[in-house]
C-alpha cells in the first residue's frame, strides 16, 4: 500500500508538467493575444515558477495595451531571476503609462546586465530626452551612433538634444546628417522645423518643399512652410498653405492666426477678420482681447512673438 502511494505521487507531477508543457506549446502556437493570456495563465497555476509564461504572458499583455498587467509580470521575472531583456521589456511598459523614471531605471539596469544590448541604451537616450536630461541623452545616442551609424533616426533625436541645449552647429550637422543616410520627407521636415526656429526662413521653406514633395499629406508641413511664407513676405502662397493646414485640421488656431495676417497684408479685411474670430473662438477668447498673453499657447507667441505682437494689434482694431 504504500508503495502504490509513492508511484502515484511520483506519476502525478509528470502529468501535471506534461499538461502545463502542452498549454504552453499551444499558448506559442496562439495569434489570439486573449486567447495566448488564458493559455498562459492555465500554465502558471500548474507551474506557478513557470518564468517564460510570466514572460510571453507579459509580452501579451502589454500588446493588448494591458501595461500595468504586463509590468506585474515581468516584476514577477525580476524578483526571481533578473535578466537584460526583462528589464528592457518592464521598462517599455512604464514607457507607455508616461512612467519615465521607473523606464530610465530599467533601461539602465538592462544596458548594465547587457553591454551589448544597444536597443536598450537607445531606449535610455529616448527616456533621459523626454525627462529633460539632454546633456545625458545627448552622450548616450552618441554611443549608439558608434555601434550603429546608418540609423537616421538616432541622429535626428540627438540633434532634438542639440537644438534644445542650444548647441546649433551640432543639431545642423546632425539633422543633415539624417538627411544624407535618408532623404526621406521626415529627415526634410525635421530640418525645415529646425530652419523655422533658428529664423533660417528661405532654407526652412527650401526644406519644406521638399518635405511636401515627398509627403503631401503632413499638415504640419502646410503650416510652417506657411509660416516661412508669411515671414519671407509672400503672403498669397501664406493664403493657401494655411488653407491647406485647416484641411486637415478644422481647429488649428495657429494656422487661423496666420491665415488671419497673410489675409489682413493683402487687405483682405473682411476674411481677416472672420479667421481672426474663428482663432479665438477656438482658444476661447472670443471677442473680449485685453493682451497678447491670452495667445501664450499658440505658435506664434511661443515662437514668433515680437512679429506677431506687431501684427495682433492690427487685427484687434479691425471692425
Known sequence: MKKQILTLLTIVPLLTFGQANKLYRKA????????KITLLTQVIDLEPKNLDAYFYRGLAKNDLGDYNGAIVDYSKIIVDQPDADTYYNRGNSRYSIKDFAGAKEDYAKAFMLDENFTDALYSLACVKYDLG?????IKDFSSVIKTVPNQPKTYTLRAHAYKATENYMN??????TAILIEPSADSYYNRGVFFMDIKYY????????????????NAYAYFYRGASHLLLGKFNEAISDFSKAIEFDSTDFDAYLGLAIAQFKINDTDHAKLNFHRANDILSIGKSITNIQQYSNTYWFQNQYFYFNNNISQLVKMK
Not at 536630461?133 to 541623452?137: G, I
Not at 528661405?202 to 499629406?217: G, S, Y
Open 28 to 35: 506559442m502556437r496562439s495569434t489570439d493575444l486573449n486567447q
Open 133 to 137: 536630461d539632454y546633456e545625458a541623452a
Open 171 to 176: 543639431a545642423l550637422q546632425d539633422y543633415s
Open 202 to 217: 528661405e532654407k526652412a521653406n527650401n526644406d519644406l518643399n521638399m518635405a511636401l514633395r515627398l509627403n503631401k499629406n
